[in-house]
């Protein structure tokens, strides 16, 4: 079976929604960098960054099906991405995933 890389970018854009691609909320788009970072992760093996990250946007970000639509779509699109990429330095992803991390932190902080 013939594969058409182009056809499968170009239908995943056409299903994507407009806020997944370029969200407007800075909560949408911390959520949508961790996503971009664990596609990253995911793609260059580096599970300990990759389970970071997950568990960042569960610990942190609301519970909603549109965030984890969000985070989910993000990762897609940046793992499939990043087959055609080299991989980044160990501690440059590191570091990216901990800023990340952190933003989550700072943009949903715990209730009370």
């Known amino acids: 079976m013939k594969s058409y890389p182009l056809l499968a970018l170009l239908a995943g854009l056409i299903a994507t929604p407009a806020w997944a691609t370029d969200p407007a909320d800075p909560g949408e788009r911390a959520?949508?960098?961790a996503g971009r970072l664990n596609g990253i992760a995911l793609a260059c093996r580096a599970k300990d960054e990759a389970d970071r990250l997950r568990l960042a946007v569960i610990e942190h970000a609301p519970k909603l099906r549109e965030i984890g639509e969000l985070f989910e779509k993000s990762t897609d699109a940046s793992f499939k991405e990043a087959a055609t990429r080299p991989c980044p330095l160990p501690?440059?992803?590191?570091?990216?995933?901990?800023a990340a991390v952190?933003?989550?932190?700072?943009?949903f902080p715990p209730p009370g």
């Open 31 to 33: 959520v949508a960098n």
């Open 91 to 98: 501690e440059a992803l590191r570091m990216e995933s901990a």
């Open 102 to 107: 952190e933003r989550l932190r700072k943009i």
